[in-house]
């Protein structure tokens, strides 16, 4: 991705279960909890190489219980099942938005 794109708003709608960005040049992403956390950044479920990602299931209930920024550059997102250590950069939020819309 060539451009910077920066959040103007990011809201967790709990009821609906989706973290909806409203996005710098307009365009608003609507991520749900559960592929936030099935697709979570950290090298615990990522790892440290593409042989060590591990497939996380059984998320479908997950809540978004707290969103804290970090930096200027991404948000560490908390969930209901006690994972907290991903770092969502702008980037990857955007690329996830992207992906599950091709």
Not at 57 to 64: F, H, P, S, Y
Not at 78 to 89: C, M
Request: proline share 5%.
């Amino acid at each position: 991705m060539s451009e910077r794109y920066q959040p103007l708003e990011i809201r967790p709608l709990l009821q609906s279960r989706v973290m909806e960005i409203d996005w710098d040049d307009g365009h608003r992403s609507s991520l749900s909890f559960t592929l936030l956390r099935v697709e979570c950044p950290c090298a615990e479920c990522k790892g440290h190489t593409p042989d060590q990602a591990r497939v996380i299931e059984g998320k479908e209930d997950v809540t978004l219980m707290d969103i804290q920024p970090v930096g200027n550059y991404a948000v560490q997102l908390h969930f209901s099942d006690g994972h907290g250590t991903g770092i969502y950069t702008w980037e990857y939020l955007r690329r996830l938005d992207e992906q599950q819309r091709a």
